[in-house]
């Protein structure tokens, strides 16, 4: 085994995507799987994970799907104890449940003080509580007695650092995320295991079918003028692609940052270091 294998690879380890079926879990899932992991891709949506779980069988990479409701715990556990049963152990655990909702983002149309307080909550449950708290209660009570340890991984946002227009439930719930991040690290590798690492990624602006509405104008391929303005604003230039994510996704799964635990990683092209001028 090369070193970077060594030091950057997960032969032989099991790593769970909760939310794998879209576009940033599944660019993440191809990483994990090409760098040797057993994969499971996990998704609300039992037809995306199969779809993304077949594209990438396509390329002999050994990916199992299977359907999560990641804001039951119920089903969460059900989930834990089938992959438990057949591997033994899960080395990486990786939630990318999230996203936003049009209802919670203000508009033309729609003022801040106009904004539904259930839409506020269901975008602060997706992204908090499935996104982060849920998984790390149920997939974490097994990974604190891993002899050698494990790795969490939370989606956060670039709104964590920099709170942007129109998106105030996405944004205070990724700040909370972040936040969360933080506390578990401490309190996992104090109470449990110091071999057991928490840490998040702030992606930039990534194109997603959840934020398409707000970035590009309905042909699909002109950016809104708050896209182009974002652009502006990237130092890079562009919008992120998914597989982005993958190298800075292996560097926190895997050895090579063993001495890591408790940081926010941002990707995003510069955006979180232009002050715009």
């Not at 779980?53 to 990641?70: G, S, T, W």
Request: glycine share 12%; charged share 25%; aromatic share 8%.
């Amino acid at each position: 085994m090369s070193f970077l294998e060594k030091e950057f690879g997960l032969k032989d380890r099991v790593a769970v995507l909760l939310g794998g079926g879209g576009g940033l879990g599944s660019a993440i899932a191809e990483g994990f799987g090409k760098a040797g992991a057993d994969v499971i891709v996990t998704d609300i949506s039992r037809g995306k994970a199969e779809r993304v779980a077949a594209k990438l069988r396509a390329e002999d990479l050994k990916v199992e799907p299977l359907e999560v409701d990641a804001l039951d715990q119920e089903s969460l556990e059900r989930v834990c104890r089938t992959i438990l049963e057949k591997h033994g152990r899960i080395d990486v655990l990786l939630c990318a449940v999230g996203g936003n909702l049009p209802a919670a983002t203000t508009s033309e149309e729609t003022s801040f003080f106009d904004l539904q307080r259930d839409a506020l909550e269901r975008v602060i449950d997706l992204n908090l509580f499935g996104g982060a708290i849920l998984p790390a209660q149920v997939f974490g009570r097994h990974m604190v007695g891993n002899p050698s340890g494990g790795s969490m991984l939370f989606i956060s946002s670039i709104n964590a650092f920099r709170p942007l227009t129109r998106i105030a439930g996405y944004s205070a719930a990724k700040a909370a995320v972040s936040n969360f991040t933080q506390w578990l690290a401490v309190h996992l590798a104090r109470e449990y295991s110091p071999k057991l690492r928490v840490n998040a990624l702030a992606p930039g602006f990534f194109l997603t079918e959840q934020n398409r509405y707000l970035l590009l104008e309905k042909d699909g391929q002109t950016a809104t003028p708050r896209g182009e303005q974002i652009k502006k604003h990237t130092p890079m230039g562009r919008f992120g692609d998914p597989k982005d994510l993958i190298g800075a996704a292996l560097w926190l799964a895997s050895d090579a940052s063993r001495f890591v635990t408790g940081i926010v990683v941002p990707v995003d092209g510069g955006f979180s270091a232009y002050s715009g001028v």
